[in-house]
C-alpha cells in the first residue's frame, strides 16, 4: 500500500476496493493550497478500476444489506466514535489538501461528519413501516436497499460533504463505491481505514481515487450500479444524467446556488451586515453562500458602511493559523476562473466595490463586492464560488422576491428582517430549497436539503436520503388470507 505523510498524517493514497488497498500505475497529483507544494502522488483509477469496485459492491450487497437494522447502525456508530477520535488527524490533513481553516474544520467539519454517521443510524433504529388498514388490505411499505450506490463527492468540503451523502446510502443497506474530488481527495483514505476498524465488511466501502472523466465516467455507466448521489457542477450533472438515464438509475444532484441575501429596511443592519461579511468564509468555496446581496434602498448606504467596516476586519492567512478568516483557494485554476469573473464583470462596465484582485504571492483572492450594470450581469446570473458578492438594491418586497428568484439557481436565500409576517410572505415566495430568517447554516439533519432551478435534482437529509436509497415496496395482505 503506498502512503504518504501530510501534515504529519500518513494517508492511504490508493484506492480501497473489497476491504484492501489497490494501486494504479498512473497516479495524479495533489497539491497543497497553502504553497502549491506536491502533497502526494494518488492512485488513478480507470475502467478496470471503477469495474473491479462495483464488483466488490455487488459482492459485499448481499452481506451489507441483509445485517440487522441494530448491527449496521452500531457499526455506523462506531464510525462516528473513531472519526471523533482522529479529529485532529482528519482535521490537519483536509487544511493541508483543500485549504479549510483548521479549527473551523476541527470544531464544526469533522464533528459534522460524525453526526452524519450517528443522525442516519439513529433514523434507521427509529424507523417504523408506514402499515395501514384499507379495502379489506393490510398495506405495509417496506424500504428495500437498493444496491451498490456510487457517491461522487465535490472538493470544496470534502470530509463533511462526503460523509453526509455515505451516511444515508450505507445506512439504508447499501455497499457503496465513493469517488472524491481530485482536488482534494486525501481524507477519504483515513475514512476508508476507520471503516475497517469500525467492522464494515469488505466492499461495502469502496473508494476509487482519480479523473472524474476517466473513473468517475466508467462508474456511473455500469449498469450493475442502482444509486447515483453526485454533488458537483451542473454541466457533470447533465454529463452524469445521461447515464443514469440509459440505465434507469435514479439520480441526485447537488449543484450550487446564487443564494439570495436579502436586507429589508426593518432588519438588525448591524447583524445583517457582519453576516454578509461572512458570506467570504472559506473563500466563498460554499455553495449555499447568499453571494447575491440584496439591500432595501433605503438603507443600502447604512448597510454598506457596516459592511465594509466587517470586511476589512478579516484576515487573509495560513488557514492553520487560527487568526486566518480568509483561506487561499483550492488552486490556481480555480483562482484563474474567480478572477475570470471579476475581469470580464469589470469590462462589462459593472462597478467594483472593494477587492477585484489576487492576491501575490498565494492563491488568496481579494474579498470582493460588485455592483453589477444590470441584473443581467454573469457576475449575478452564475455561481462564482469564490469570495465575490454582488450588490443590488431593491424599492419594495415585490422588487425583493422578483430579484430572488431571477437567477436560475434555488439553493438557498437567506432574509433578514425584524418582522415575522415579512419573513413568513417573503419566505413563502423565494425559490429556494432552503430559506434562513436572521440566521445563516444551522439545520436540523432531518429536514430535506437540495435545490430548485439547476442547483439540483431530489431532496437529501433524513428520511428523503434515506427513500431515495431505497426501493420502496408495498406489502399488500387480505384481510382473511388463510394458512
Ligand atoms: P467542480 O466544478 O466542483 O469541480 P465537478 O462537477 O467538475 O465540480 O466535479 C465534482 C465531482 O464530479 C468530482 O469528484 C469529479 O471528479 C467528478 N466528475 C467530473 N466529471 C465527471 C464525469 N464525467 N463522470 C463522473 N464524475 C465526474
Same mark, same amino acid.
Given at each position: 500500500?503506498?502512503?504518504?505523510?501530510?501534515?504529519?498524517?500518513?494517508?492511504?493514497?490508493?484506492?480501497?476496493?473489497?476491504?484492501?488497498?489497490?494501486?494504479?500505475?498512473?497516479?495524479?497529483?495533489?497539491?497543497?493550497?497553502?504553497?502549491?507544494?506536491?502533497?502526494?502522488?494518488?492512485?488513478?483509477?480507470?475502467?478496470?478500476?471503477?469495474?473491479?469496485?462495483?464488483?466488490?459492491?455487488?459482492?459485499?450487497?448481499?452481506?451489507?444489506?441483509?445485517?440487522?437494522?441494530?448491527?449496521?447502525?452500531?457499526?455506523?456508530?462506531?464510525?462516528? %466514535?473513531?472519526?471523533?477520535?482522529?479529529?485532529?488527524?482528519?482535521?490537519?490533513?483536509?487544511?493541508?489538501?483543500?485549504?479549510?481553516?483548521?479549527?473551523?474544520?476541527?470544531?464544526?467539519?469533522?464533528?459534522?461528519?460524525?453526526?452524519?454517521?450517528?443522525?442516519?443510524?439513529?433514523?434507521?433504529?427509529?424507523?417504523?413501516?408506514?402499515?395501514?388498514?384499507?379495502?379489506?388490505?393490510?398495506?405495509?411499505?417496506?424500504?428495500?436497499?437498493?444496491?451498490?450506490?456510487?457517491?461522487?463527492?465535490?472538493?470544496?468540503?470534502?470530509?463533511?460533504?462526503?460523509?453526509?451523502?455515505?451516511?444515508?446510502?450505507?445506512?439504508?443497506?447499501?455497499?457503496?463505491?465513493?469517488?472524491?474530488?481530485?482536488?482534494?481527495?486525501?481524507?477519504?483514505?483515513?475514512?476508508?481505514?476507520?471503516?475497517?476498524?469500525?467492522?464494515?465488511?469488505?466492499?461495502?466501502?469502496?473508494?476509487?481515487?482519480?479523473?472524474?472523466?476517466?473513473?468517475?465516467?466508467?462508474?456511473?455507466?455500469?449498469?450493475?450500479?442502482?444509486?447515483?448521489?453526485?454533488?458537483?457542477?451542473?454541466?457533470?450533472?447533465?454529463?452524469?444524467?445521461?447515464?443514469?438515464?440509459?440505465?434507469?438509475?435514479?439520480?441526485?444532484?447537488?449543484?450550487?446556488?446564487?443564494?439570495?441575501?436579502?436586507?429589508?429596511?426593518?432588519?438588525?443592519?448591524?447583524?445583517?451586515?457582519?453576516?454578509?461579511?461572512?458570506?467570504?468564509?472559506?473563500?466563498?468555496?460554499?455553495?449555499?453562500?447568499?453571494?447575491?446581496?440584496?439591500?432595501?434602498?433605503?438603507?443600502? %448606504?447604512?448597510?454598506?458602511?457596516?459592511?465594509?467596516?466587517?470586511?476589512?476586519?478579516?484576515?487573509?492567512?495560513?488557514?492553520? %493559523?487560527?487568526?486566518?478568516?480568509?483561506?487561499?483557494?483550492?488552486?490556481?485554476?480555480?483562482?484563474?476562473?474567480?478572477?475570470?469573473?471579476?475581469?470580464?464583470?469589470?469590462?462589462?462596465?459593472?462597478?467594483?466595490?472593494?477587492?477585484?484582485?489576487?492576491?501575490?504571492?498565494?492563491?488568496?483572492?481579494?474579498?470582493?463586492?460588485?455592483?453589477?450594470?444590470?441584473?443581467?450581469?454573469?457576475?449575478?446570473?452564475?455561481?462564482?464560488?469564490?469570495?465575490?458578492?454582488?450588490?443590488?438594491?431593491?424599492?419594495?418586497?415585490?422588487?425583493?422576491?422578483?430579484?430572488?428568484?431571477?437567477?436560475?439557481?434555488?439553493?438557498?436565500?437567506?432574509?433578514?428582517?425584524?418582522?415575522?409576517?415579512?419573513?413568513?410572505?417573503?419566505?413563502?415566495?423565494?425559490?429556494?430549497?432552503?430559506?434562513?430568517?436572521?440566521?445563516?447554516?444551522?439545520?436540523?439533519?432531518?429536514?430535506?436539503?437540495?435545490?430548485?432551478?439547476?442547483?439540483?435534482?431530489?431532496?437529501?437529509?433524513?428520511?428523503?436520503?434515506?427513500?431515495?436509497?431505497?426501493?420502496?415496496?408495498?406489502?399488500?395482505?387480505?384481510?382473511?388470507?388463510?394458512?
Amino acid at each position: 500500500m503506498t502512503r504518504q505523510v501530510v501534515e504529519g498524517v500518513s494517508v492511504p493514497t490508493d484506492h480501497f476496493i473489497g476491504g484492501r488497498w489497490v494501486s494504479s500505475p498512473r497516479r495524479f497529483e495533489t497539491r497543497s493550497p497553502i504553497g502549491w507544494e506536491l502533497l502526494a502522488e494518488v492512485a488513478r483509477g480507470d475502467a478496470d478500476t471503477a469495474a473491479a469496485a462495483v464488483g466488490a459492491a455487488v459482492e459485499s450487497f448481499a452481506a451489507w444489506s441483509a445485517m440487522s437494522i441494530g448491527d449496521r447502525a452500531g457499526v455506523l456508530h462506531r464510525l462516528a %466514535d473513531l472519526i471523533e477520535a482522529h479529529t485532529d488527524e482528519i482535521a490537519r490533513v483536509e487544511t493541508r489538501d483543500m485549504g479549510f481553516l483548521f479549527e473551523s474544520m476541527k470544531q464544526r467539519l469533522v464533528a459534522r461528519g460524525a453526526l452524519n454517521f450517528r443522525t442516519y443510524a439513529d433514523l434507521m433504529v427509529g424507523h417504523r413501516n408506514r402499515t395501514w388498514d384499507a379495502k379489506n388490505m393490510w398495506n405495509q411499505v417496506q424500504r428495500q436497499p437498493a444496491g451498490p450506490a456510487v457517491v461522487i463527492t465535490p472538493w470544496n468540503a470534502p470530509f463533511m460533504l462526503s460523509t453526509w451523502k455515505l451516511a444515508p446510502a450505507l445506512a439504508a443497506g447499501n455497499s457503496v463505491i465513493h469517488k472524491p474530488a481530485e482536488w482534494s481527495p486525501l481524507t477519504a483514505g483515513l475514512l476508508a481505514e476507520l471503516t475497517v476498524e469500525a467492522g464494515f465488511p469488505p466492499g461495502a466501502y469502496n473508494v476509487v481515487q482519480g479523473v472524474g472523466s476517466e473513473v468517475g465516467a466508467a462508474l456511473v455507466a455500469d449498469p450493475r450500479v442502482r444509486r447515483i448521489s453526485f454533488t458537483g457542477s451542473p454541466d457533470t450533472a447533465r454529463t452524469i444524467g445521461q447515464a443514469a438515464a440509459t440505465n434507469i438509475v435514479p439520480f441526485t444532484a447537488e449543484l450550487g446556488g446564487k443564494g439570495a441575501f436579502l436586507v429589508f429596511a426593518d432588519a438588525d443592519l448591524d447583524a445583517a451586515a457582519h453576516r454578509a461579511a461572512w458570506q467570504y468564509d472559506d473563500s466563498g468555496q460554499v455553495c449555499l453562500a447568499g453571494t447575491r446581496l440584496l439591500v432595501a434602498a433605503e438603507v443600502r %448606504d447604512e448597510f454598506l458602511t457596516r459592511f465594509h467596516q466587517h470586511a476589512d476586519a478579516l484576515v487573509l492567512g495560513d488557514p492553520r %493559523d487560527p487568526t486566518t478568516d480568509i483561506a487561499p483557494l483550492v488552486h490556481p485554476d480555480h483562482r484563474d476562473r474567480v478572477h475570470g469573473f471579476v475581469e470580464r464583470a469589470r469590462a462589462a462596465g459593472d462597478v467594483i466595490v472593494r477587492g477585484g484582485r489576487p492576491v501575490t504571492g498565494s492563491l488568496h483572492y481579494e474579498p470582493t463586492l460588485i455592483e453589477p450594470a444590470s441584473n443581467l450581469s454573469e457576475v449575478v446570473q452564475r455561481e462564482i464560488f469564490g469570495p465575490v458578492l454582488t450588490l443590488q438594491s431593491f424599492a419594495d418586497e415585490a422588487e425583493a422576491i422578483a430579484l430572488a428568484n431571477s437567477t436560475p439557481y434555488g439553493l438557498s436565500a437567506q432574509i433578514w428582517t425584524s418582522s415575522r409576517l415579512r419573513a413568513e410572505r417573503v419566505g413563502a415566495a423565494v425559490r429556494a430549497g432552503l430559506v434562513w430568517v436572521n440566521t445563516f447554516l444551522v439545520r436540523d439533519l432531518t429536514a430535506p436539503f437540495g435545490g430548485c432551478g439547476i442547483s439540483g435534482i431530489g431532496r437529501e437529509g433524513g428520511d428523503y436520503a434515506l427513500d431515495f436509497h431505497s426501493d420502496l415496496k408495498t406489502l399488500m395482505i387480505l384481510d382473511d388470507s388463510t394458512e
